[in-house]
């Protein structure tokens, strides 16, 4: 059995994004290369703590840049070795020009049980596409015995059931 800690990135800077600081190359692309604020590094330097007690093996991280970014900084801290994998990407929905908009897409997501509705699409992935994508990913490291994710809200979400804030984290074993 192994020991994932899924730790959520630390708080993006969201203003280059919505500020127009960050030139979009199209379809949202800002949004994916948002780094953390001091506040967030500060978020991922205290997470990682409580892991210095604990004998980990690995980081894995997601290719987002605010997860990238956090999971460099646990893994520095920690003196292990850092993996990416692309598939830990943060939920997929339709680029949406406001975090307004991208709340209302969760929030319909959240009101159709993460899922599709029988015979219909929709231009979000349904919960049960993203556990699937990131057990694939986890099923990769079952010869390790305990491992640090660091990945994205909805992720999270998708495998445990629990939303958690920036820094945040959950253990799941399997």
């Not at 590094?41 to 991280?61: M, N, T």
């Not at 290719?63 to 900084?73: C, D, E, I, K």
């Not at 990131?134 to 640090?148: G, N, P, T």
């Amino acid at each position: 059995m192994t020991t994932f800690r899924l730790i959520r990135h630390g708080e993006p800077e969201w203003s280059l994004a919505a500020g127009g600081n960050l030139k979009d190359v199209g379809d949202g692309w800002a949004v994916h290369v948002v780094p953390l604020t001091q506040t967030g590094i500060r978020q991922i330097a205290e997470a990682s703590e409580p892991c210095e007690a604990e004998d980990y093996q690995l980081v894995i991280s997601s290719p987002m840049t605010r997860a990238l970014q956090s999971a460099n900084v646990i893994s520095r801290i920690l003196d292990l070795d850092l993996r990416v994998e692309f598939d830990l990407h943060e939920w997929v929905c339709a680029w949406r020009p406001s975090l307004e908009l991208v709340d209302k897409t969760v929030a319909e997501m959240l009101s159709l049980g993460g899922e599709w509705p029988s015979g219909e699409t929709r231009d979000w992935e349904p919960l049960s596409g993203v556990r699937t994508r990131v057990s694939r990913v986890l099923d990769r490291y079952r010869d390790f015995e305990r491992i640090i994710v660091v990945c994205h809200e909805t992720v999270i979400f998708s495998l445990t059931g629990k939303w958690v804030g920036h820094a945040e984290s959950v253990t799941l074993e399997r």
